[in-house]
Every structure is written in structure tokens, then in C-alpha cells.
């Protein structure tokens, strides 16, 4: 890919970076409540999010629309800004929030929740399938059951890959094998669409091995706290840490590749947070991690897909930011996402 092919996408997104919220924003921020803080959101970018939903959510779901919802507009205006052969790779990448807003979709549904009640949990709010997949409209989803829903899914191939597992449903009623589908299928498409065009996105496919071992990890916390014994059949392929070296992580002997993934020397790493019963602190480690890591070759490379991909973190450092505040402000758990990101000069505006 030549430069001429980066060079005014480049300069958009440099361009909307101005946008993001600066480190005197959240130092102005800390300590408010979160209504407070929505009212320095209507200042900046987040007022047309916060005047479309002010009238359908109350507080604390009307925080959580209103980042959510900023952040799907913000990826789409990204992407439109974006060089087309930059676009099936990013396109992988950020279809882990359509990923996301199906395991609602359907978690909500198994629980016997509306989509009203739990769409403000959404990548975005008024469309709540995702960001490019489309949407099921209200009175489609009341009409459906969990299988008439991963059929639904079929034309946007979510549904397909859900439907080797929908036995596994049917039988044990479970979710578990259906999202770890997805799961799977979601990081080996990520990896298929990885290109080398300048012979500098090295470091975006590390991102991408630190991102599955990351998950791998938490995913095996979470099934620590919940007495689940034997985890080695969800977890996600590819990744560079084994699950032997994961179990003994989570059993308080981390491996010098745990240690480095979650940046702490201590062999405790990892199993300190599922003493605790704190897994908003484990999942905030593995991001500051991953983010303290990659950004500054990311940002570092000018005209690249790692430059595009440091715009698209940022955009979700600024979500993980603002949710923490809400996490703390309204129901008083210290998340300490916000960490990851204001600590490093390297994401100032404009930079």
C-alpha cells in the first residue's frame, strides 16, 4: 500500500482525534457525579448522542446509552475516513461489538428480558445489533426465541457460525458454546484479514495474539469464580500462552508470559484479583497492558494501519474511561480503567 494511498485518510483522522477528550477533561471530571459529568459531555462531541436519548433513559442507563452510542457513531465516521484496503481489517476488528451486543441480545432474551430493558448495554443504543451488521427491530425480537434469533442472524454469518453449537443450547440450555463460537471465530477472522501492506503493522498482529491471551485469561478467571473446573475446551485459538501456563496463573504460579501479559512481576498477578472476587481490576490490568505496550508504535508509525488502529483504541479507552467514572460515581466500584490511558502522555489530543 503506497503513502498516496494513506495520506488525506490519514490527515481526517488526525483531524477527528482533536475531538477526544483531553486529560483536563477527566481531572475535571474525577470525583463528580455522574450527572455532573453528562453535563460536561454536553459540551463536546457527546450532545447529539445525550439530545437524542435524554427523552428514553434515566439515569444510570442514560450514561451508559450515551457512550455507547458516541462510540458506534464515532467508529463509522472512523471507518468512512479510513483507505479501502485498511477496511476488511478493521472491519474484523470492530465487529467484536456486534459480538458483543449479540450475547446480550441473546442472554437477555434466555432471561426473559426485553430488548428495551437492556439495550442501553449496547454498541449503540438505536441499533442493537451493532455497528455495521444491521438490527432487529423491537417487535421482531418479542417474537422470538433464542433459535428463532440465531436464525435471524444467519445473514450477517454471526448466526451461521452460533448454529454448530445450537444442540449444546437445546440440550443444556446453556449460552456457553455459542458465545465461545463466536469467540473463536471472531479472532481467526481477525487474523485472516491481517495484511502486510507497508511492512510495518508488525505490532497490530502482536496486538492481536496479547488480545487473545488477555482473553483467555479473564475467561478463565471468571470460570474460577465460578467453580467451573475445566475451561480448555472454550478457550480461543492462537494465542501464544498455553492452558497449562493459564492454570497455573490462576492457581497463583504465573509464568514469565503472564507476568509480562498482565505487566506485573509477581507471580500473583493474575490469581490476587480472583481472591478478591475483583475481576473490573484484572480486566482493567490486561488493558493498560496491552494499551501501555502498543500505543506508542502505534502512534509512532505515520500513515499505517498501526496509526489507524491507535485512532480505533482510543476511541475505546475514552469509553472505558468514562465508564469507570460511572462505575465509581454511581455504584461506587473502582473499575480503574481510567488508568491505562491518562497516564500515558502518549495519547494527549492531536498527538
Known amino acids: ?40 459531555l454536553s459540551e463536546t462531541r457527546y450532545r447529539k448522542e445525550l439530545d437524542e436519548l435524554s427523552q428514553l433513559y ?6 451508559e446509552a450515551v457512550i455507547n452510542s458516541t462510540l458506534a457513531r464515532s467508529i ?16 474484523a476488528y470492530i465487529s467484536k461489538w456486534d459480538i458483543e451486543n449479540i450475547k446480550v441480545i441473546l442472554s437477555s432474551k434466555v432471561m426473559g428480558y426485553e430488548i428495551k430493558d437492556t439495550e442501553n448495554l449496547m454498541i449503540a443504543a438505536k441499533n442493537p445489533i451493532g455497528i455495521l451488521a444491521g438490527s432487529i427491530s423491537h417487535s421482531e425480537y418479542s417474537s422470538m426465541l433464542a433459535q428463532k434469533v440465531v436464525n435471524y442472524l444467519a ?3 454471526y448466526g451461521t457460525v452460533m448454529m454448530s453449537k445450537i444442540d449444546d443450547y437445546v440440550r443444556e440450555g446453556t449460552l456457553s458454546s455459542m458465545f465461545a463460537e463466536l469467540d473463536n471465530n471472531y479472532y481467526s477472522e481477525l487474523k485472516a484479514m491481517f495484511r502486510f ?15 487473545i491471551d488477555s482473553a483467555n485469561v479473564l475467561n478463565a478467571a471468571k ?10 475446551e472454550y478457550m480461543i485459538k492462537g494465542g501464544n500462552i498455553a492452558y497449562a501456563q493459564i492454570m497455573e496463573a ?18 500473583e498477578c493474575i490469581s490476587k484479583h480472583i481472591k478478591s472476587g475483583n475481576l473490573y481490576a484484572l480486566e482493567a490490568s490486561l488493558k493498560r497492558s496491552m494499551y501501555s505496550r502498543s500505543m506508542p508504535s502505534f502512534i509512532a508509525s505515520s500513515a499505517s494501519l498501526s496509526y489507524i488502529m491507535s485512532y480505533i483504541l482510543r476511541l475505546e479507552a475514552e469509553r472505558d ?16 480503567f481510567a488508568m491505562y490511558t491518562i497516564e500515558s502522555k502518549a495519547i494527549k489530543n492531536g498527538s
Open 197 to 211: 501492506y507497508k511492512g510495518d503493522e508488525g505490532n497490530v498482529y502482536e496486538y492481536i495474539i496479547d488480545m
Open 321 to 336: 474511561m468514562l465508564m469507570a467514572l460511572l462505575l465509581k460515581g454511581y455504584y461506587g466500584i473502582n473499575a480503574d
Open 223 to 232: 470460570a474460577s469464580l465460578s467453580d467451573m473446573h475445566d475451561m480448555q
Open 250 to 267: 490462576i492457581n497463583g504460579k504465573a509464568s514469565p508470559a503472564v507476568m509480562r501479559l498482565a505487566m506485573e512481576n509477581s507471580q
Open 1 to 40: 500500500m503506497s503513502d498516496s494511498t494513506y495520506i488525506g485518510k490519514y490527515g481526517s483522522l488526525r483531524a477527528m482525534s482533536t475531538s477526544l477528550l483531553g486529560p483536563q477533561f477527566y481531572e475535571q471530571a474525577s470525583g463528580k457525579q455522574p450527572e455532573e459529568i453528562l453535563k460536561m
Open 155 to 157: 445473514k450477517f454469518r
Open 76 to 91: 463509522r465516521e472512523a471507518f468512512s475516513a479510513m483507505p479501502p484496503l485498511a477496511q476488511p481489517f478493521i472491519t
Open 58 to 63: 434515566q439515569m444510570p442507563d442514560l450514561f
